[in-house]
């Protein structure tokens, strides 16, 4: 494949394995995401999907393969250098700062990333563009009036949100997103799908997500993870007609 | 930052309390002020560790013990300048707190708890073996560290000069503190308490924040024991045993994990009532054992956040 023939990609993974004993959870899997689409993950329960986001975010180390991020090697990176680069993952069981405000905890997502922590003098709150920031993510959220709440006063949906907003909160050049829709009602659901496709404006997003009809919805393209194993990457509708993916996952009510 | 009212007379009494104890003819007690005072540094340093850090540390009394060490030692060999002895206080338990964190930090939870507390007792058994400086007897000084400036000599063999330069370590301590919490460095460490992970994640380098922490814990620690070995004239591996490490816990927890009193707090409650109840009775660890329950059943936060909640009823 000539270079001139894809548009560049901005995550490029090569022969990524993991293995757990003598499970191969992730088993020699390849993957590009172009910069500025929304490729989703999908596969069923147990296909690898999580550990995966865990090894490009840097929680998992890699047993073999490489990990290019916006042109450099970032396989051996530790998590946070790579969210200093601009890979930044959500979390698929709500992880938030339990202690500070909602305001605070998106303000910590935008500090994070801007600038070094380690000022132990000036009071944070002199500082008007993180809070700025962060308001503007509660806004978009759906969370402009919570901001002085406590996380625990948050609905499970509104703290859902939060969890993607403080991902989105740094502007990322891409987000992992782990299942954000999990464990949500319908009209919940319809605002976090809003609230994803509102994120390519942008961040390129990597989306792992179970919900079927919404990964059709939102994904430029869409990659098949079974067995820890990539069984096909396209466009969605050629994989939701893809045999092997039919066979393996989807079933026949999705084809169409 | 304005000083509040409570600031302001913690400072009025700290500074008028050997003069009060003058007139009243209890000198004797400014000796129980300066180690109430001394213990408040190195409770503090544990509450920055163990409160703010939430890193349950359980050998911080190495820290304190080998700064007393270090200071005793040079005292025992001739030098008295009393900047040597910080500078290399510090360094030492600076450095002891960058190896023992480095390799503590690696593990979470009950690993951590158990790490700290093995590499405390390796230093406490150290102090015992080594014979040229009194072994299990410990250790006596006669000189104590001197402080000269522009003619003036400070000798802390001094009570008061001892107890003005505790008191004003403290102060440092206590307006580094305030000034740490709400800072960058404050809430990037409030956030990784909450959830390493999650913080990690979000781009805060979490181990090397947790290190920094630690060592500059382990640093004021080993001042409070040079403080220390200045007040007693007189060091023994004890002060580097884990149920000092206890004590310390202990006044964190009562006094108010994570709030800039704390330390203090829990520092002079335990050892008043050490001191009053230890005139009456032998078993008074008995009676300060239901005080801590009946504090951390009923006060969250422990005494400082019992009085801020008093406080904030009253003002309302």
Redesign the interface.
């Given at each position: 494949m000539s270079a001139s023939a894809t548009p560049a990609a901005l995550l490029e993974v090569r022969g990524l394995v993991k293995r757990f004993g003598g499970i191969v959870a992730t088993d020699h899997v390849d993957l590009d995401v172009r910069a500025g689409e929304i490729h989703a993950l999908i596969g069923p329960n147990g296909a690898g999907k999580t550990t995966l986001v865990a090894q490009l975010?840097g929680?998992v180390a890699s047993d073999r393969g490489t990990i290019v991020f916006a042109g450099a090697d970032v396989t051996t990176l530790?998590?946070?250098e790579r969210?200093?680069r601009g890979l930044?993952?959500s979390?698929q069981i709500t992880?938030?700062?339990?202690?500070?405000s909602v305001l605070?905890n998106v303000a910590?997502?935008v500090?994070?990333?801007s600038g070094?922590?380690?000022?132990?003098?000036?009071?944070?709150?002199r500082?008007a563009a993180l809070f700025e920031r962060a308001r503007q993510v509660l806004v978009a959220i759906g969370l402009g009036s919570k901001g002085d709440c406590a996380i625990d006063q948050l609905s499970h949906g509104e703290r859902r949100a939060l969890e993607v907003g403080?991902t989105l909160a740094?502007r990322p050049r891409l987000i992992l997103l782990d299942e954000p829709m999990a464990g949500m009602g319908p009209g919940e659901s319809t605002r976090m799908e809003a609230l994803v496709a509102a994120s390519r404006a942008t961040s390129t997003v990597l989306l792992i997500e179970h919900d079927v009809d919404a990964v059709f919805r939102l994904a430029d393209r869409v990659s098949v993870l079974v067995g820890g194993r990539v069984i096909a990457t396209g466009a969605p509708a050629a994989v939701r007609n893809d045999p092997a993916v039919i066979a393996a996952y989807l079933g026949e009510e999705h084809a169409r | 930052m304005k000083p509040n009212v409570v600031t302001l007379c913690a400072a009025a009494v700290a500074i008028a309390l050997p003069f009060v104890l003058r007139a009243l003819g209890l000198d004797f007690y400014l000796s129980l002020a300066s180690r109430i005072v001394i213990y408040a540094i190195a409770a503090t340093s544990l509450n920055l560790v163990l409160g703010y850090g939430g890193m349950v540390s359980f050998g911080h009394a190495a820290f304190v013990g080998l700064g007393a060490y270090v200071t005793a030692i040079m005292l025992s060999e001739g030098v008295t300048s009393g900047v040597l002895h910080l500078a290399a206080t510090v360094a030492v338990t600076a450095l002891a707190a960058l190896v023992i964190g480095a390799i503590s930090l690696r593990t979470r939870g009950v690993y951590f708890i158990m790490i700290t507390l093995a590499f405390a007792q390796m230093l406490y058994y150290l102090a015992n073996s080594v014979k040229g400086y009194g072994g299990d007897e410990g250790l006596t000084v006669r000189a104590r560290s001197l402080f000269s400036f522009a003619g003036y000599v400070l000798d802390l063999k001094k009570p008061l000069a001892i107890y003005f330069v505790a008191v004003g370590v403290l102060a440092l301590a206590l307006v580094a503190l305030a000034r740490f919490a709400p800072s960058r460095f404050g809430r990037a460490v409030l956030a990784l308490r909450d959830d390493d992970v999650r913080a990690e994640a979000l781009g805060f380098a979490t181990y090397r924040y947790k290190l920094v922490v630690f060592v500059v814990a382990g640093a004021l620690g080993g001042v409070a024991g040079a403080l220390s070995a200045n007040l007693q004239g007189y060091v023994s591996p004890n002060l580097l045993h884990w149920t000092q490490s206890g004590t310390l816990m202990v006044m964190v927890i009562l006094g108010g994990v994570a709030t800039v009193w704390g330390g203090v707090l829990g520092a002079a409650v335990l050892l008043l009532l050490q001191e009053v109840l230890g005139a009456y009775t032998e078993h008074h660890e008995f009676w300060t054992g239901w005080v801590l329950l009946a504090v951390v059943l009923f006060a969250r936060q422990g005494l400082a956040g019992l009085l801020a909640r008093m406080r904030a009823t009253r003002l309302s």
């Open positions: 975010a929680q530790a998590t946070h969210a200093r930044v993952r979390f992880r938030l700062f339990r202690s500070a605070d910590l997502a500090q994070a990333v070094t922590s380690l000022r132990a003098w000036r009071p944070v709150t500082e403080m740094s | -």
